[in-house]
């Protein structure tokens, strides 16, 4: 079934059936990484899902990131020219993501296929999620006026188990997660 439709075979709503897409895929990361995580019963400041940590060594032995979930299924938002997925983010989000905040705060952007019935590949040895996950770190950006904002996310910034390793050590050590590009040295 085309994304442009307005329901799934099941009869949700695609748009719900994106965001449990996009958490599917965290989830799957945490069930391998051994973190753990929480969901506000209301969406109601732009978080969609707290990731938790346990027995790291920094100052915070249970370190926790906060994290906006989108998926996208739209034709050309991957910019192979400059390699990076583009995405519009609107103003409440973006606004809230650039802090301040005492936790971590990411945007995670799900790229999925535009047709409903590839988002997953069934086998006899398993499951597999298409596309891929990608992260944006918005804190201390200026908030925006306009009704949304066009992110550049790096395809590097791939969210993956090593960087959501990274991330919580960070998180433990009571340091910023930098873009790649901004990585403090």
Known sequence: MDV???????????SHSK???SLAYV??????TGLNHNEPKIDNDGIDITIRGKGFDGIFQEPKIEVQLKCTAKSGIIDLKNNELVFQLEKKNYNYLTGP???????????APKNFDEWLIETAEGTTIKYASYWYSLYGNEP???????VRIPLQQRFDSQ???CMMELASKAEMIY??????V
Do not use: F, W, Y
Request: charged share 20%; hydrophobic share 50%; aromatic share 0%.
């Open 163 to 165: 960087a959501l390793i």
């Open 19 to 21: 965001e449990s897409l």
């Open 144 to 150: 925006i006026e306009k009704e949304s904002r066009t």
């Open 27 to 32: 989830q799957a990361l945490l069930a391998a």
């Open 179 to 184: 873009n790649l590009e901004e990585a403090k």
């Open 4 to 14: 442009v439709s307005m329901k799934g075979s099941g009869g949700a709503a695609i």
């Open 101 to 111: 905040s005492p936790l971590p705060l990411i945007l995670v952007v799900h790229h």
